[in-house]
Nanobody, 126 residues
């Protein structure tokens, strides 16, 4: 599967952005899609993940209530809607996919993913 992330940009604190992750290839290759982010000098962090089949979602604590994740099966695209953005949300955001789901919140662990899209920069100014 190939993943194409887009939608990043520069936004003021309190603003919103919607990231898109378009997947190509067989749908069997991406039953689980996740968003990660990496800020300069920091480790890659799991942000959110969604099961393509059940729609089950998980979020890291720092974004819960502000971010939502959704999927459009017809477009083979997963969206990350980011609201009430904060400067600490500034990072390069990556989407990743795997063929088989993993239990619960472990989907936020990057070690489970080998298929990665290129990153998209999100910058939140204060």
């Amino acid at each position: 599967v190939q993943l194409q992330a887009s939608g990043g940009g520069l936004v003021q604190a309190g603003g919103s952005l919607r990231l898109s992750c378009a997947a190509s290839g067989s749908s069997l290759d991406y039953q689980l899609i996740a968003w990660f982010r990496q800020a300069p000098g920091k480790e890659r962090e799991g942000v959110s993940c969604i099961s393509r089949g059940t729609g089950t979602t998980y979020f890291t604590d720092s974004v819960r209530g502000r971010f939502t994740i959704s999927r459009d099966g017809a477009k083979n695209t997963v969206y990350l809607q980011m609201n009430r953005l904060k400067p600490e949300d500034t990072a390069v955001y990556f989407c990743a996919a795997r063929a088989v789901r993993v239990p619960g919140r472990t989907c936020l662990n990057s070690m489970h993913f080998v298929n990665w899209g290129q990153g998209t920069q999100v910058t939140v100014s204060s």
